[in-house]
């Protein structure tokens, strides 16, 4: 089973285009993340949500709209996307509690914007 | 400058050899130390997790935190090439609204030769 997943895994879209990009986890977790990691493997956080509510918003384009349903789904809505959009999006999940501090990751979604 | 610097490498050893991660921090907020290792085309996982300064040890590998110098390290004996993958240092502050906020190196590309 995985705990982490996402869809799609690839994404090739024009720019100008508007896309979304899925993630669920079943591990239970509170806190759900994006993060981006560009080209050089750099990875950043985007967005933070627990219990469904907005905790970290790091700085973000607001083209970039994270909407999360119930615990345990966390997904990216992207507008207008850009050249500069082209990167591997990570979801991610944790649960809070004193040294439980793990963030579990999904495999990745690839985006390409030509 | 960047709160949390790591060589990219990329480092390349022979099999067996020990190997040695590094990161420096700028930000003394930072309390918890992670190491994820990624490899190509996944999503990073959680490899070793320290807690304040000190050591840890896992099998083959050591994580070692010495907060006075900002400086956190992996070390990996008896390296396998099963080991060659991206190595990425994280940190987090513990407490307040940090929330899992997660601030990683840049990762250092590692390849271990039979």
């Known amino acids: 089973d995985t705990a982490v997943s996402q869809t799609p895994k690839y994404l090739v879209t024009q720019m100008g285009n508007d896309k979304s990009i899925k993630c669920e986890q079943n591990l239970g977790h509170d806190t759900m993340y994006w993060y981006k990691q560009d080209s050089k493997k750099f990875l950043k956080i985007m967005f933070s949500?627990?219990?469904?509510?907005?905790?970290i918003n790091e700085t973000v384009p607001n083209r970039f709209s994270p909407k999360s349903p119930d615990k345990a789904h966390l997904n990216l809505h992207i507008n207008s996307l850009e050249l500069g959009d082209s990167a591997v999006y990570f979801c991610a999940s944790s649960q809070e509690l004193p040294s439980q501090e793990t963030q579990y990751f999904g495999p990745g979604t690839r985006l390409l914007v030509l | 400058q960047k709160e949390v610097e790591q060589d990219p490498g990329p480092l390349s050893v022979p099999e067996g050899a020990i190997v040695s991660l590094n990161c420096t921090y700028s930000?003394?907020?930072?309390?918890?130390f992670m190491w994820y290792r990624q490899y190509s085309r996944k999503g990073p996982e959680l490899l070793m997790y320290?807690?304040?300064?000190g050591n840890k040890e896992d099998g083959r590998f050591t994580a070692q935190v010495d907060k006075s110098s900002k400086y956190i390290s992996l070390f990996i004996r008896d390296s396998q090439p099963s080991d060659s993958a991206t190595y990425l240092c994280?940190?987090?502050?513990?407490?307040?609204?940090?929330?899992?906020?997660?601030?990683f190196g840049q990762g250092t590309i590692l390849t271990v030769h039979p």
């Open positions: 949500y627990n219990n469904k509510e907005l905790i």
């Open positions: 320290t807690y304040s300064s």
């Open positions: 994280a940190m987090k502050r513990a407490g307040g609204t940090s929330y899992g906020k997660l601030t």
């Open positions: 930000n003394s907020a930072f309390q918890y």
